[in-house]
């Protein structure tokens, strides 16, 4: 017999890669397939260190800004976050062999906002500042065209020049809870704004929470892993505790869990984000069988087939 203590971990589903970061990692390799390393990537491919290192071993060259890719052939591929209009304009005058991997749900917002400008309106964008999602975004109209806001306590601080001339979108992994407010109060202050039919929180965002938020109130746990830079993981870490689980970690990988904080729980709850891949959820599922005699559920609130074709300069070998 076991002389571990027993832990049921309660695997929440789905969770981890979705659509978008699966065709930009997929991008990648596919490049390095076709044209060989060295294969230019601006900023993170998706924010996970763990995806990036082992692009990295394989000959992908991460740069934080288009002019430290040198002049040449080799491809340069635009990430999952999006790009401001200004870094394809920039590509194409230097004659770059540019990709985009920007997720189409991304470029979706960003279509959203370019019609709302055209038809005259000042755009809202709610999301989190300095996150490259945002920063694409804002970069898709002139300066001045877009205002961000993160907060209810922004929504309050608006003064617009035209307050029935207004239009939101928002960034693709924020709290669905948390955004409801926020469109809640634009919608209270100025009646007349447009937005799309409930926002712009994408499909993997959404149901990731969701799971989280079935879990995390029976078990003693929740651990989220994914990447510190990942918004959508940090949502749900945040997620989880306002559900009440009373101790919440988000980490990378197993070594990177303080098991002093796990001591004496009977249950844990287990989820990843969307740019986490699912062999670091196996290997941290592996440490806890180390240390305690476990057994593995999963939770499944919602079923995802969502799939995106890959860039078009990448598809017609990739069908081989
Ligand atoms: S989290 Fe959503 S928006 Fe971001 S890459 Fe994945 S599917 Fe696309």
Redesign the pocket.
């Known amino acids: 017999m076991s002389s571990k203590p027993p832990l049921d971990i309660l695997l929440c589903a789905p969770r981890g890669f ?4 699966v065709r ?1 990692v997929d991008a990648v390799e596919r490049a390095l397939a076709l044209y060989g390393p060295p294969v230019y990537v601006r900023h993170e491919i ?1 924010h996970n260190k763990y995806v990036v290192e082992d692009l990295r071993r394989k000959g992908a060259v991460f740069v934080r800004e288009l002019d430290e890719v040198p002049d040449g052939v080799a491809p340069v591929i635009f990430s ?2 999006g790009v401001p209009k200004s870094v394809p304009a920039a590509a194409a005058e230097r004659g770059l062999f540019a990709i985009d991997a920007t ?4 470029t979706k917002v960003h279509r959203e906002a370019q019609i709302h400008h055209k038809r005259g309106r000042h755009v809202i964008l709610i999301g989190h500042a300095r996150h490259p ?1 945002v920063e694409g975004t804002l970069g898709q109209l002139p300066p001045g065209a877009i205002t961000l806001i993160e907060s209810l306590a922004d929504v309050e601080r608006l003064v617009p020049a035209d307050p029935d001339n207004l239009a939101y979108v928002t960034q ?2 924020l709290s669905v809870d948390d955004t409801r407010e926020i469109v809640d109060a634009l919608r209270a202050r100025f009646p007349a704004i447009v937005g799309p039919h409930k926002e712009d929180i ?4 959404t149901n990731r929470q969701e799971a989280v938020k079935r879990v995390a109130p029976i078990v003693d746990a929740l651990l989220v892993v994914g990447s510190p830079n990942s918004s ?1 993981s940090q949502r749900l870490r945040e997620v989880a505790e306002r559900a009440g689980c009373p101790a919440t970690a988000l980490v990378l990988r197993a070594q990177d869990i303080d098991w002093s904080r796990f001591g004496n729980i009977r249950r844990l709850g287990l989820t990843a984000g ?1 740019s986490a891949p699912e062999t670091l959820v196996e290997e941290i599922i592996d440490g806890f069988a180390e240390r305690y005699a476990v057994t593995v559920e999963t939770v499944s609130t919602a079923t995802e087939n ?1 799939f995106f074709p890959l860039p078009r300069e990448l598809r017609g070998e990739a069908a081989e």
Do not use: D
């Open positions: 979705c659509a978008g970061v930009a998706v999952a976050h997720c189409p749900l991304v999602e693709t992994t994408c499909y993997a965002t959508n969307a969502v």
